[in-house]
């Protein structure tokens, strides 16, 4: 569903709901996303879950409508943290938790320069409150040592990095911009001098 374009909901290809219903979203894509993992727990997956929320309109479930200081925004991603929970608690109920890397993280920084703080500027220009994004990694066998690193990183070291871990080479017919970040989970320095500009 892109509520931007069109307020259908579809499964795949099916409709699902000619108007979305907003405030079920995130318990819609939950379910969906915890019954996927006890379909495909037997083999590998790739699940990428790219939520709607924060993005306007939205509307957050009942169970967490007015329960946050941040207002119908904040309670939003009150929800989203509960339905992370919810797909962590499936991956281990599953047996394949310590066996899977979880990414979490967001295309861009806020629309608004509240959002954004400490830094300035958002979304919509080149200042840094519109390119810092969280960039949580998370996996249970892997990850020994949780710590809060200040290497910057980028998306486009994903791709080098999951081809490291499932053991694939990198093709060789162009150049990447992204390095492994392999080695940040143990503690080590990645590929990229500190001094290459971001």
Not at 93 to 105: A, E, K, P, Q, R
Not at 116 to 121: F, I, K, R, T, V
Request: proline share 7%; with cysteine; hydrophobic share 35%.
């Amino acid at each position: 569903s892109n509520m931007a374009h069109n307020p259908s909901f579809y499964d795949e290809r099916e409709l699902v709901y000619e108007k979305t219903p907003l405030d079920q979203l995130t318990a819609l894509y939950t379910n969906k996303i915890v019954q996927h993992i006890a379909t495909y727990k037997d083999e590998p997956f790739f699940l990428y879950y790219s939520h709607n929320y924060p993005h306007t309109p939205y509307k957050a479930g009942p169970e967490f409508a007015g329960t946050s200081r941040g207002g119908v925004r904040g309670d939003t991603i009150q929800e989203i943290d509960w339905s992370i929970g919810e797909i962590l608690d499936a991956l281990e109920t599953n047996g394949i938790l310590d066996n899977t890397l979880v990414v979490f993280t967001s295309d861009n920084g806020a629309t608004e320069e509240e959002y954004s703080a400490p830094y300035s500027g958002t979304k919509f220009v080149s200042l840094e409150g519109g390119h810092r994004v969280p960039f949580i990694l998370y996996w249970k066998d892997a990850i020994k040592k949780p710590e809060v690193i200040d290497v910057p990183v980028n998306a486009m070291d994903l791709f080098p990095t999951l081809c490291e871990i499932i053991g694939v080479s990198l093709p060789n017919d162009r150049i990447y911009d992204g390095v492994s970040l392999r080695p940040l989970f143990e503690s080590r320095s990645i590929a990229r001098s500190t001094i290459e500009p971001f």
